[in-house]
C-alpha cells in the first residue's frame, strides 16, 4: 500500500521559514508529478507548488518568490522551502502524487503563522 507522510509543519512568527517534506514509500516515485496544497481553514483546498517528474516547478502567484521546491529521487521525497511566512499562509498542507490518472494524498502537515 502506498503511503505519503508529511512533515516539517508548526508554528512559525511572519517572515520565518519552514521546510515541508513529503515521503513516499511502495511507490515509483520518479515517475510522478508531485504537487503542494493547502486548504485554509473555511475555505477550498488550493494548489501551491507542483514540480514535474522532470523537475520543472510552478508556484502559485501567492507564494512566488518565497517558496521553492525540490525532489530527492533516490529517497522518494519531495521539499518545499517556505520563507517570508505570512499569517495568510496559515493551513493544513498537503502532499500530491499524480501519475495519469493515478493520485495519492498524504495526511497533511498544519502550518501556522502567528506571533
Known amino acids: 500500500q502506498v503511503q505519503l507522510v508529511e512533515s516539517g509543519g508548526g508554528l512559525v512568527q511572519p517572515g520565518g521559514s519552514l521546510r515541508l517534506s513529503c515521503a513516499a514509500s511502495r511507490i515509483d516515485f520518479s515517475i510522478y508529478d508531485v504537487g503542494w496544497y493547502r486548504q485554509a481553514s473555511g475555505k477550498q483546498r488550493e494548489v501551491v507548488a507542483t514540480?514535474?517528474?522532470?523537475?520543472?516547478?510552478w508556484f502559485a502567484d501567492s507564494v512566488k518568490g518565497r517558496f521553492t521546491m525540490s525532489r530527492d529521487n533516490a529517497k522518494n521525497t519531495v521539499y518545499m522551502e517556505m520563507n517570508g511566512l505570512k499569517p495568510e499562509d496559515t493551513a493544513v498542507y498537503y502532499c500530491n502524487l499524480k501519475f495519469l490518472t493515478v493520485v495519492y494524498w498524504g495526511q497533511g502537515t498544519q502550518v501556522t503563522v502567528s506571533s
Open positions: 514540480i514535474t517528474s522532470g523537475g520543472s516547478t
